[in-house]
């Protein structure tokens, strides 16, 4: 794969006429929100802009969002159309999410599927995970596979049969296993860039409009540990 980057620091994976898809860098906030600070999808636009010589504004349209401390792949619609048909395929989970997370403890099983009950808490923006159905919880179900053992951690490939608000964080804590830097659900310390060890690793869908298969793959950070993975 052709990975482009630009003066804004974006990695491009994927750019067509009507999806553009991004590798997100720890930090970056997909939409804009209560910070203030610069989106990843003005970012994008200013690319669009700049490289197509746009006048006027550029649309862009936001698919599905990852948590600011997480990285991976980011797909933005670049049309109308294509923005309603990816809404759709994500919401009737026509996609294939493949992520990765390195923890510190290592899961009792080699692989497992888990399943819990999410009931998210507003006010401090986190999910608990309960084994039994709770009020306002919400099912939620992965499975995981141990892909290599690290000296002092464990590096797992998680697959998402749901889509749920904190997922992999709370139901990875649930079983005592939080992710590397994950400060919020457990872990013991965070990471110097405020990062945690969770990557969107791997996205297979049907392209919106060309109906083609896209399998897109995205490079893990540039760091000690991702790179041993």
Known sequence: ?????NKNNLQILHEDNHIIVVNKRV???VQGDKTGDKPLSDIVKEYIKDKYNKPGDVFLGVIHRLDRPTTGIVVFARTSKALSRMNELFSNRETKKTYWAVVKQKPQEAAA???????RNEKNNTSKAHLKEV????LASLDYTIIKELQNYTALEINLHTGRHHQIRAQLSAIGSPIKGDLKYGADRSNPDGGIHLHARKLVFIHPVSKENITITAPTPDETIWNAV
């Open 27 to 29: 930090g970056d906030i």
């Open 135 to 138: 009020s306002d919880s919400k």
């Open 113 to 119: 599927k888990l399943v819990h009950y999410l009931k």
């Open 1 to 5: 794969m052709k990975i482009v980057s």
